[in-house]
């Protein structure tokens, strides 16, 4: 099969990021911040760098799911941004642990229920 029709090519597929800064000086602020971390977790998402989160998905359709429900998440205050990109785009990130530059891990597979 041509892999331009593939059902999970890397120009179908695609990555949701999700960069946030929230506040976290109050009780409340903490909270708030904790539980908009943890629905990230629970919806697939996986951490990046310590205020960036990412996930996985196989399709367009099923990055603007996710996109969504972040968006019904957000908490009242902080600076929330999320950014879709194909698998290909994310693919050529170059990555650097100190000057030392590292692989990308590959993603994970994950079971997506209908």
């Known amino acids: 099969m041509d892999e331009k029709f593939s059902r999970l090519n890397q120009y179908r597929s695609m990555w949701v990021l ?24 629970d919806d697939g998402f996986g951490m990046f ?21 972040t ?18 785009q994310f693919g050529m990130i170059e990555l650097f642990h100190g000057r030392k530059e590292t692989v990308p891990e590959a993603p994970t597979q994950q079971l997506e229920l209908f």
């Not at 506040?23 to 903490?30: I, Q």
């Not at 968006?71 to 698998?87: W, Y």
């Open 71 to 88: 968006k019904r998440n957000l908490p009242k205050k902080g600076k929330v941004c999320i950014m879709q990109i194909t698998d290909k």
């Open 49 to 69: 760098q310590f205020s960036i989160y990412t996930r996985f998905c196989a399709s367009r359709e099923n990055a603007d799911v996710h996109t969504k429900r």
């Open 18 to 41: 999700v960069f946030f800064d929230l506040p976290t000086e109050t009780r409340v602020e903490r909270k708030a911040a904790t539980r908009f971390r943890k629905d990230l977790l």
